[in-house]
């Protein structure tokens, strides 16, 4: 696997990580409880948690394949490279989009808001998924 194909692996197993930690209740144990504030502040932890996330496995797929002598992550990107992230991105769009509007319609239903707050957040994760998911299917096909 090459630096950009790890980097698309460990993001989705980052993505899949929070949402576990999520639904097992987060900081629940920090006495957050589940009014729409509760709620916002655990959707923030996780967002925080994905960027460090983000960021570090960054820094350490660079370092690693660094060593191993992997030069794809530093290179500039090629026709190939631009042509995966169009794609990739263009998915996470579209997931992201009906997401949002799915959040939007939540919020017309009258349901309480804070099923409208893991709709948004929902069609955010799952766009990032999306777009990660795609990358390495589409490093590991073309």
């Not at 990580?17 to 729409?36: E, H, K």
């Not at 660079?62 to 991105?89: C, F, K, N, Q």
Request: proline share 3%; hydrophobic share 55%; net charge neutral.
């Amino acid at each position: 696997m090459t630096a950009r194909e790890w980097n698309a692996a460990i993001l989705i197993a980052g993505q899949v990580a929070i949402v576990i930690w999520l639904m097992a209740g987060g900081p629940a144990f920090w006495g957050v409880d589940d009014s729409l504030a509760g709620t916002a502040i655990r959707l923030l932890w996780a967002v925080g948690l994905m960027i460090v996330w983000n960021i570090g496995v960054f820094i350490l797929v660079g370092i690693v394949t660094g060593m191993a002598g992997d030069r794809t992550l530093h290179s500039p990107d090629d026709e190939r490279d631009r042509w995966i992230d169009l794609r990739a991105s263009r998915n996470a769009y579209v997931v992201t989009g009906t997401g949002v509007f799915a959040s939007i319609v939540v919020f017309a239903l009258g349901q309480p808001p804070v099923w409208g707050l893991y709709a948004v957040f929902a069609a955010v994760m799952l766009g990032a998924l999306t777009e990660s998911v795609s990358k390495l299917v589409y490093y590991r096909t073309n």
